[in-house]
């Protein structure tokens, strides 16, 4: 429903029972509004926009149209379980733009933190526009916000990406099937409509992506290090259950290089810094601290697999003073 509010009295989603009910009613409620009206959604992989996906494929099948940017930005393996899940397993209606030339042509040479934002969240919407341009008969945009961001909005602690600041002859109703949930609600919702774990208890992961990981300008060798890094570091937190316990984990290659040594030749390559942090809400935050076995094996891993890393170091900073991302 439109401006949809929480009720003061609704109970917290929390069991199986609950999301179902939840589910049930918003198919209802998107099958009156939608009619035989065709929805458009901007599917990042995301738990909140994979859910919105999924409740609207439960509803209104086929006549929801996904579109998948990948910007070159995303962690190894996202486009494809995007694919996989959405397209393979779900039947969806997925447009996959792999946009990622586009993305790190602009982005070639661009040293400044906001304007490498800009070029990101901006090239997006371009991109996300012309392929809403090449379909016929759009009248909704489904959106997966939820209930913090309204109130966060309303309190001017944050100002709500409402329509996602479309061209303004883009005008579209929106559909908005999560709204009055809190975060964990839409990750129980996630869970009983059958999306995978790894998506439903995904880490927080910025609009920007690997892009704010690889400080100063963007190159691809450099970006590849950090997605490769990264692949390693989730695994190896998957494998010694601490994914889903740790808030937020990941790596960062920054743009400067020292002087190594392998198979007795020098080397003159990157570092590999590896951050792991706990937090409520995100104003401050803790570092986890890891094994000495485990960073000892990241370490190792790091600098064997990774092409132009040399050395791996570990972030022991608190936010404040230093935020959770370098950019
Ligand atoms: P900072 O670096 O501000 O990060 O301490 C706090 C949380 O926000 C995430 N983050 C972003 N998320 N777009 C996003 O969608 C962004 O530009 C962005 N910058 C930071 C960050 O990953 C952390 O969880």
Not at 141 to 159: R, Y
Not at 165 to 172: A, I, N, Q, V
Not at 220 to 240: G, H, M, Q, T
């Amino acid at each position: 429903m439109v401006n949809e509010r929480r009720p003061d009295d609704m109970k917290r989603i929390t069991t199986p029972e609950l999301a179902k009910a939840y589910i049930d009613e918003q198919i209802e409620l998107l099958r009156q509004q939608v009619g035989d009206k065709k929805v458009l959604l901007a599917l990042s992989g995301g738990v909140d926009s994979s859910v919105v996906a999924a409740l609207l494929i439960k509803a209104v099948g086929d006549q929801l149209v996904c579109v998948h940017v990948n910007h070159g930005l995303l962690r190894k393996g996202e486009p494809e379980q995007v694919i996989e899940v959405f397209q393979n397993q779900m039947k969806a209606n997925l447009v996959y733009v792999d946009a990622t030339d586009r993305f790190l042509d602009k982005l070639a040479g661009v040293t400044d933190p906001e304007t490498k934002r800009k070029i990101i969240g901006g090239e997006f919407i371009e991109v996300f526009a012309e392929e809403a341009r090449k379909l016929d008969g759009i009248e909704f945009l489904a959106q997966g916000t939820i209930w913090p961001d309204i109130l966060e909005s309303e309190a001017g602690i944050k100002a709500h990406h409402n329509a996602g600041g479309l061209p303004d002859d883009m005008k579209f109703e929106l559909v908005e099937p999560v709204r009055i949930l809190f975060k964990d609600e839409v990750r129980v919702v996630g869970k009983e409509l059958g999306l995978p774990d790894n998506m439903v208890f995904r880490q927080p992961f910025p609009g920007p992506g690997l892009g704010v990981r690889c400080p100063g300008a963007i190159t691809r060798d450099r970006l590849e290090a950090v997605r490769e890094s990264d692949a390693i570091l989730r695994e190896e937190f998957a494998k010694n259950g601490l994914e889903g316990k740790v808030w937020q984990y990941f790596t960062v290659v920054p743009d400067f290089k020292s002087t190594g040594v392998k198979d007795g030749k020098r080397t003159f390559d990157w570092p590999c810094i590896i951050r792991a942090i706990n937090t409520t809400d995100v104003m401050e935050v803790t570092v986890e601290h890891l094994s000495d076995v485990l960073i000892d094996h990241l370490v190792n891993r790091i600098i064997t697999e990774v092409p132009g890393i040399n050395r791996v170091l570990f972030d022991y900073t608190p936010k404040p003073p230093a935020t959770v991302e370098y950019e």
